[in-house]
Nanobody, 123 residues
Framework: QVQLVESGGGLVQAGGSLRLSCAAS????????MGWFRQAPGKEREFVAGISWSSTRTDYQDSVKGRFTISRDNAKNTVYLQMNSLKPEDTAVYYCAARPGFLSIDYGRYAYWGQGTQVTVSS
């Protein structure tokens, strides 16, 4: 059983930056592809970014390409999401998720989820 704990959310002005972290425990972190998802009020949960277990593959939602960067440190059992040039439409609860095997953009394929961290971008 993998436990995931996100941190780093907060309130930031448009154009600012935040770095989210997700610490994993209870499993072999390097066996899992990791994803970041977000959910805004009244909207469905959506894929933001994902990274393969070896970091050789990453994937991003089109709206965050060039602004967000996902990375991981398998020695620290942690995945990161660096978010730059934030926009009000990035406001959401951000979740990290883990799945054994290959990277996927489908949230239904992720077995383990964190509790989420709120990101609010003011205009």
């Amino acid at each position: 059983q993998v436990q995931l704990v996100e941190s780093g959310g907060g309130l930031v002005q448009a154009g600012g930056s935040l770095r989210l972290s997700c610490a994993a425990s209870g499993g072999t972190f390097s066996n899992y592809a990791m994803g970041w998802f977000r959910q805004a009020p009244g909207k469905e949960r959506e894929f933001v970014a994902g990274i393969s277990w070896s970091s050789t593959r990453t994937d991003y939602q089109d709206s965050v390409k060039g602004r967000f960067t996902i990375s991981r440190d398998n020695a620290k059992n942690t995945v990161y999401l660096q978010m730059n040039s934030l926009k009000p439409e990035d406001t959401a609860v951000y979740y990290c998720a883990a799945r054994p095997g290959f990277l996927s953009i489908d949230y239904g394929r992720y077995a383990y989820w964190g509790q989420g961290t709120q990101v609010t971008v003011s205009s």
